[in-house]
Nanobody, 124 residues
Framework: QVQLVESGGGSVQAGGSLRLSCAAS????????MGWFRQAPGKERTWVAT????????YYATSVKGRFTISQDNAENTVYLQMNSLKPEDTAMYYC?????????????????WGQGTQVTVSS
């Protein structure tokens, strides 16, 4: 059973930075995709970034490319999302997710484990 716990959210002004953390436990395989998603009130949950297993690569949504960075610390079993140059449009609940299904890790359908979310609010 994979368990994910997000932290690091908060309120910042436009142009500021935050780093979100996702502590993971319960892994039985190293072939796991890790992703970040976000959802604003009244809107759909959207994909933000994905890290593929074995350091194959990282991918980002167009809206955050160049501003956000996904990374991981294997020793601590933690995935991070560094968010720079934050905009009010980035305001949302951010969710960490893990995939053990072997599907397309650029699609939310591939992710079968989800964290509880951490709120990010960016003021203008």
């Amino acid at each position: 059973q994979v368990q994910l716990v997000e932290s690091g959210g908060g309120s910042v002004q436009a142009g500021g930075s935050l780093r979100l953390s996702c502590a993971a436990s319960g892994y039985t395989s190293s072939s796991v995709c890790m992703g970040w998603f976000r959802q604003a009130p009244g809107k759909e949950r959207t994909w933000v970034a994905t890290m593929f297993p074995a350091d194959i690569g990282t991918y980002y949504a167009t809206s955050v490319k160049g501003r956000f960075t996904i990374s991981q610390d294997n020793a601590e079993n933690t995935v991070y999302l560094q968010m720079n140059s934050l905009k009010p449009e980035d305001t949302a609940m951010y969710y960490c997710a893990a995939s053990t299904l072997g599907g397309n890790c650029l699609s939310p359908r591939a992710f079968n484990f989800w964290g509880q979310g951490t709120q990010v609010t960016v003021s203008s």
